[in-house]
């Protein structure tokens, strides 16, 4: 049994097409349907590797937006550094406290 | 033999070989230079070749009176001087120190107030650092709380690490057969019968890189302690009865795997819980639970295990004789007719099992980790651990869940959409851990603990029943894993909104903010699972002064 969606099949409104063509036709049909379906299993599996692909650079554009924003956050610390160390003294060691609760 | 009374609180103990004489005496320094003075430091030369090293031992021994200095006749190796330096040491607790490098000035002191917080305490350990010969820091490792899982793939908490002296001495110190790991061998052996492990969330060790040293290149520098290292861990396994074997990772330095070798197989049951929906999954419409299922018939290598659908009602009967075809025999299905609420459906499915594991499975799972419920078991089968969960990838194998973390007392999944063979901070992604919760996408747990605990809570209908699951099983006294190599794909969020309510939010701080801020897990200088950018000051000592003092009154700036 295919794994479809039972409403998916019904809603079609292919499903109860004519009878295919009899003799040599039915059988070249029936080759022509199969070279489809390797054909579209063929495609769907490069989808596939290619989602994986861009997934790869994907999941690396968010690992480098996450350093970026540590960096502008870094740069944000060492102007405050200058501009009001005490504040930031005061964070550091709270930050450096590392109290468990 | 001096009397008990006398005895200082820590005896540093310090084997000594061919020491560059800079590094030798910025080591000496920092120990003479410790704000808590109750120590003594035990120098054990293993008879260096270098001609400097005896002059520079002569030296020091007058330098302080708690330094003491031993002269091996002959070469013995690392675990020889260290036993030496043990048989030395008449401390209340040993602190080990490498030969080039340097401790934080504070160290001793913040180790004696933790170790005085927490009486029971057995073996303490610190972040740490990595010092170059100029004196430049860098690579600051900021570790988890104890985390014995993790201890058996990676050896964190390496550096500073401090022993109650009368449990290494039971232990029989460091063990020749672990040469090259003995440290790491020594941590198992006394972490098995420590009462209580203690972890100061501070940088207080400086290890110095130097050429051919661990910290200062690549793994060809020691490959035989990285291979000593897996026995040591092996041994471990034997000693406690874990059903694992150890194997050392080729790529990755310092990581380690464990794979089951399991005597029994205990019946599992796996809880599914489904509303029959449809998605395309690879550009293919699929029903999600017969995807699901046919994943797990077709590439579980587990053969005890019953399959426990929970299907909404009217369910629609092609499915059902869908997922009969499939499972068959050891199908069984559950009908459920009451409003939805995914812990009532767990719990009811959770009821009609009959297997001593219990493990529940979204319907939007695909297994790709055919050993994946022999990893599940080798885990769960342990008396201490609650509950089990793995490696959870998107369709695009990008990474979904390695563990649940916590930041201002809410759950969250770290590295959520890195790529999927991200390391994580200190390779977190790539080593079994501890962890507060893991998602109940794929999560295993005793079904005696399930049925103990009321299984999962009713309070929250929706989100955060997993959380607070493993959260109550923290509360019991067991511990939640997180195994890197069970890897599966998680079709996320295809069955409902992730989106979590504000009153389910509000709740969950009110009943857990005490238990999970901060994350024992994490560690204050981490945010996201990396660091913080403050954190690269926290090597600076503990009172930087740099504020200009105001000029007394009167007086000209």
């Known amino acids: ?87 930031v003294l005061r964070r550091l060691r709270e930050r450096r406290g590392g109290e468990r609760g | 033999m001096a009397s008990v009374a006398d005895a200082p609180r820590f005896s540093v103990i310090t084997p000594v070989y061919d020491t560059p004489a800079d590094v030798f005496w910025a080591m000496v320094g920092s120990i003479l230079g ?209 059903p694992a074997r150890v194997t050392h990772d080729p790529d990755d330095r310092g990581v380690y795997h464990l794979d089951p070798v399991l005597t029994e197989e205990p019946l599992v049951s796996i809880v599914i819980p489904t509303a029959g929906q449809v998605r395309e999954v690879r550009y293919e419409p699929v029903v999600l639970v017969s995807h699901c299922l046919r994943s797990i018939v077709e590439s579980s290598t587990y053969e005890n295990y019953e399959l426990v659908v929970v299907v909404d009602t009217p369910a629609d009967p092609a499915l059902l004789e869908e997922l009969r075809q499939i499972g068959g025999e050891r199908l069984r299905l559950v009908e459920y007719d009451k409003p939805f609420s995914y812990s009532d459906k767990v719990n009811v499915g959770a009821a009609a099992a009959r297997g001593e594991h219990l493990l529940l499975l979204n319907d939007d799972i695909e297994v790709a980790t055919p050993n994946w419920i022999e990893r599940m078991v080798m885990y769960s089968g342990m008396e201490e651990v609650g509950a089990v969960g793995g490696r959870l990838l998107l369709q695009d194998e990008r990474l979904q869940h390695v563990g649940v973390r916590f930041e201002g007392g809410l759950p969250g999944h770290p590295y959520w959409g890195f790529r999927g063979d991200f390391r994580g901070y200190a390779n977190a992604c790539r080593i079994a851990t501890n962890c507060l919760a893991v998602t109940a996408a794929c999560l295993m747990t005793r079904r005696e603990l399930f049925e103990q605990l009321g299984g999962l809570s009713e309070q929250f209908p929706v989100n955060y029943n997993d959380v607070d699951y493993c959260l109550r099983l923290r509360q019991a006294g067991r511990r939640t894993v997180y195994d890197p190599d069970l890897k599966m794909f998680h079709f996320e969020s295809s069955s409902r909104s992730s989106d979590v309510e504000d009153w389910e939010k509000r709740l969950f701080r009110e009943m857990w903010l005490r238990f999970t801020d901060p994350d024992p897990y994490s560690n204050p200088q981490l945010r996201h699972e990396l660091p913080r950018p403050s954190s690269k000051f926290s090597w600076m000592p503990r009172r930087p002064r740099l504020r200009r003092r105001r000029p007394p009154k009167g007086q000209p700036a």
């Not at chain 2, 005085?116 to 010969?133: H, L, S």
């Not at chain 2, 709380?145 to 690490?161: A, G, V």
């Not at chain 2, 941590?187 to 290890?207: D, G, I, N, S």
């Open chain 1, 1 to 87: 049994m295919s794994d479809r969606a039972p409403s998916l099949l019904v809603a079609a409104p292919w499903v109860d097409s004519p009878p295919m063509a009899e003799g040599a036709d039915r059988e070249q049909l029936l080759r022509e349907l199969a070279e489809r379906d390797a054909e579209i299993a063929r495609l769907r599996e490069l989808l596939v590797a290619k989602d994986v692909e861009i997934g790869e650079e994907r999941g690396r554009r968010l690992e480098l937006e996450s350093y970026a924003l540590r960096l502008i956050s870094y740069g944000r610390l060492a102007k405050l550094a200058v501009t009001r160390p005490g504040y």
């Open chain 2, 34 to 242: 410790q704000s808590f003075g109750d120590w003594e430091l035990c120098l054990v030369d293993d008879c260096s070749p270098a001609p400097h090293v005896a002059a520079l031992l002569d030296e020091v021994e007058g330098l302080d009176p708690r330094i003491r200095v031993s002269r091996r006749p002959e070469n013995g190796g690392i675990v020889a001087a260290s036993n030496d330096a043990l048989a030395m040491a008449r401390g209340e607790f040993l602190a080990l120190v490498d030969h080039d490098d340097e401790l934080h000035p504070d160290a001793l002191r913040l180790v004696e107030a933790a170790l005085r917080a927490e009486p029971e305490a057995d073996y303490a350990y610190t972040d740490e650092d990595k010092v170059d010969r100029a004196g430049h820091h860098s690579g600051p490792f900021f570790k988890p709380d104890w985390s014995p899982e993790r201890m058996r793939t990676q050896m964190y908490s390496c550096h500073l690490s401090v022993f109650r002296r009368s449990l290494v001495e039971e232990v029989g110190g460091f063990d020749p057969e672990f040469e090259g790991s003995q440290d790491w061998d020594l941590v198992l052996k006394a972490t098995e019968r420590a009462r209580a492990v203690v972890h100061v969330p501070r940088v207080l060790y400086h290890w110095r890189m130097l050429e051919g040293s661990t910290a200062g290149s690549d793994e060809a520098a020691k490959p035989w302690a990285f291979e000593a290292g897996t026995r040591a861990v092996q041994a471990h396994l034997d000693r406690i009865g874990m």
